[in-house]
């Protein structure tokens, strides 16, 4: 029968090696590795049974085929849990019946080495996968830092005005940008930045942000005329060098400069929205002026708004992000819900971050930065 067998399938194309008994079978398997075994379920020295558990516990991918002329049901049911892809019985009148079973055994076999080498590719791209993924992170931690030592103190006091701020990324970095700086012993400048985008990009367009001014304003401290700096003529600057970097990036922002000689705000605003908010003497306004984005029209031109200051007053200052976790409603209705909230004069940007209900580690769709600037309050 065996020799039969082996004739048949080199007749059909196939390369057949045969074993006298299962100490034999054992050992050309492990020698030739081959794609199929044919074995016999009663053998001399070793049991058919023996032998298939063998196998499958080296090559559980190599397909046999277990045939007997014995067998019981219960040898079959044992044969299959055991591994066994199919089950014949002897005499083989029928070797079609065999060459299909060998074929459609093949195909098994080949079929689950090529599942395994593509979980194994798998299993390498995911490893290269979450290296890349820990380095990103590093990288993403690493540039954190930078960006939060870039940010100024908060709180933080000039003369009686006190200035806080509160940044919530939406990604690990963030677009939005905040800082405040002496000029002179009477005038303090400020701004709120939104860049277009999110993550690292836009993050990166912060540190050039924290550069530009830094370097504007030591140019305006070696002057002895300090009244030369606007805020208008500090977002030219700014248009004309992202425009001419081509970094792809825009900006909202909204900048002022507070002069405590003169009691007054001055300030401008680039398509920051929505609108500041100014509390004096308890009377809260949405201050005018819209502008165009800083960073994308070579001629756009700026203008500076000078309006007094009370005593008392409070000016807060919100990216557009603070929009996405309001209560759903019109424009309108957001905008007076805001006027509500600064109304009650936040003592700082943490309380105005309690009050939007954005404080703790909450998750937001968009970069949320809020500034908070207070006068005897």
């Known amino acids: 029968m065996r020799e039969s067998l082996a004739v048949y399938l080199s007749d059909s194309g196939f390369q057949v090696d045969t074993a006298k008994n299962g100490d034999e079978g054992l050992a050309l398997f492990r020698n030739k590795r081959p794609d199929l075994v044919i074995c016999d379920l009663r053998m001399p ?132 940008f905040v800082d405040y700086f002496r000029i002179g012993p009477e005038r303090i400048g400020f701004y709120l930045a939104d860049v277009s985008g999110h993550g690292a990009s836009s993050a990166f367009v912060t540190v050039f942000l924290k550069t530009l001014t830094n370097r504007i304003q030591r140019h305006y401290e070696k002057r002895t005329a300090t009244n030369a700096l606007s805020p208008s003529r500090l977002l030219t600057a700014i248009n004309q060098e992202l425009i001419s970097m081509g970094m792809g990036k825009h900006l909202a922002m909204f900048c002022g400069v507070i002069d405590l000689a003169e009691n007054r705000l001055v300030y401008c605003i680039g398509a920051h929205f929505p609108p500041p908010i100014l509390v004096n003497n308890g009377v809260a306004q949405a201050l ?25 007053f409070s000016l807060v200052a919100m990216s557009d992000g603070v929009l996405e976790v309001l209560p759903e409603g019109s424009m309108e209705e957001k905008e007076a819900h805001l006027l509500d909230i600064v109304g009650q004069v936040p003592k700082d940007a943490d309380a105005l971050a309690t009050a939007l209900q954005v404080d703790g580690e909450v998750e937001v769709p968009d970069d949320i930065a809020l500034l908070v600037i207070n006068r005897n309050i």
């Open 288 to 312: 005018e002026g819209r502008g165009l984005p800083v960073g994308i029209f070579s001629d756009a031109t700026f203008e500076d708004v000078t309006l007094p200051l009370a005593e008392k």
């Open 45 to 176: 020295l070793f049991d058919g049974l023996d032998v298939l558990k063998a196998m499958n516990a080296e090559s559980p991918e190599t397909p046999v085929i277990v045939v007997s002329g014995q067998g019981s049901m219960n040898d079959v049911v044992t044969a299959l849990r055991n591994g066994a892809v199919d089950y014949l019985f002897k005499p083989l009148i029928e070797m079609e019946v065999l060459e299909h079973s060998v074929r459609r055994a093949l195909e098994r076999g080949h079929l689950l080495k090529q599942n395994r080498q593509i979980r194994e590719q798998l299993e390498l791209t995911n490893a290269e996968l979450e290296r890349s993924l820990d380095l990103l992170e590093e990288d993403q931690e690493a540039g954190r830092r930078v960006q939060r030592r870039m940010l100024p103190p908060t709180p933080h006091v000039f003369n009686d005005v006190a200035f806080s701020h509160r940044i919530i990324p939406s990604l690990y970095l963030s677009g939005d």
